[in-house]
């Protein structure tokens, strides 16, 4: 398959090309729904098949946001905004929160404040994290977003104004969506966003629980995890370590990077269990180490 070259620059990279496509499909596959008169029990089965198709298109936007798809702005562009849409998640949300928030040390300002991540894991502090967590991610993007971007018109390290536009435009899709049809918004839509913030936050505490994010040590303040599937699903976010220490390194260089480190990395911090929220159960049971 060829890529297409604009100015003499691959337009995209070669082991992205699926994640394209999978991008672009799966706001196309999300909101089905809308057009089809399914029944109750269709729709369930449904949304069985869109937990396997659309279930990592918030990996996809993570790996987006830290290393865009392609060289064109118009089209990551167009993928952050389809992204966002399936997601819940919009990318400018994704940029203040996690690229220049918790990469660069402000974590607290957008998860559960006090919660103490040093501790060893367990189910009752996952979920605690995960739902006092979703509000400060999904309220403290947008308010610095006006702060930051109407109040002061702050254009670095991203626009501001824009993210502001943008988390706007997501919360006028979603009017427009509950005037369409108010029930499957309702039913639908909205608790499966709900679902990806709070499935987000979970991954985010397997990351870091039992870390000293705080420490001076880079390679004592993530969790990893070699699982081969979860790696796959999520886009290499298992070697979690390497990540933070190379916010953006295309996520095909992670297993190397991760190898080329890990003899620095105390064993305890490498795992490999899958660290899918729908092992949940295995984590309580049997832990995460």
Known sequence: MRIAVFDGRPFCRREDICKILQALITPAAFFLPYFLPLSFAELSAYLLALIAVNGSANYLLHLHVHYPFTTSP????????????ATGITASNW?????????????????????????????RRALAFCWRSMWPTIVGP???????????????????????????????????????????????????????????????????????????????????TTHAAFNRRSGNLGFHTAHHLYPHAHWSELPTLHRVIDKNIPPRLVTSVNWSFLHFPLHVLCGIS
């Open 95 to 123: 940029r203040i929160q996690h690229v220049y928030g918790h990469h660069c040390g402000r974590e607290t300002k957008f998860r559960a404040r006090d919660f103490e991540m040093s501790a060893a894991f367990s189910g």
């Open 74 to 85: 118009a089209f990551n562009l167009l993928l952050d905004l389809m992204l966002g849409a």
């Open 142 to 224: 947008f308010r610095e977003a006006y702060e930051q971007g109407f109040l002061k018109n702050i254009r670095e390290p991203i626009d501001y104004r824009w993210a502001f536009v943008e988390q706007c435009l997501y919360l006028t899709l979603i009017a427009a969506l509950f005037a369409w049809r108010p029930w499957l918004t309702l039913g639908f839509v909205l608790p499966w966003h709900f679902a990806v913030f709070f499935f987000t936050r979970y991954v985010d505490f397997l990351n870091h629980c039992g870390c000293k994010e705080s420490s001076g040590n880079p390679f004592v303040i993530a969790n990893n």
